[in-house]
């Protein structure tokens, strides 16, 4: 599957940190919201 | 990549130093590039999710993509520009030409294709 601008975001969950304590995130938590997805090679980099 | 328990360290150790009470947002754990490759970003051969960002609408569809080489940084800025004209589009149907920002021309949907653009649109607007 490519990833393509006009088409639906790909779904996924994943363990996060967020505010202190560790959960799962899923990105249909922020239907209804505009998102900014970043990734980035490693922690303890530029982003 | 790193693991939750990486990004608290990291949240302790230098985020936090730049921002009062770290980040603001959930940072994600993505072992083995399983988000990224669904995203075009995972670099197999580093193991590694390469520098890439998306804008995602309300309605879950893919607005923006944009992936730069490990060495640079991103414009945050820039960011924050596409979303406002996102934005815009979404609430007007207006479109925004080349170097839009708040307050400068947009064009109807017809114009930006009538081949009149420069009637709206001056070079200066694209800086």
Redesign the interface.
Known sequence: MTVMVGRKAPEFTADAFDHGAARKVSLSEYRARWVFLFFYPADFSTV | ????D??????EK?LSHMVEG?AL??????PGG???S????YDSE?G??????????????????EIVA?PL??NIGE?LRQ?RA??HHHATGEYMPCGWEPGKPTLSKEQSRSGEIWKEWKTRHAF
């Open positions: 990549m790193d693991s939750v990486t990004h608290r360290i990291w949240q230098e770290g947002f959930p940072m994600l754990s993505d399983r988000i990224g669904l995203y075009g970003v580093r590694v999710d390469q520098r890439g960002c998306f804008l995602i609408d309300p309605g879950g569809v893919l607005q923006s993509m490990d940084g991103r960011v979303l996102l934005q």
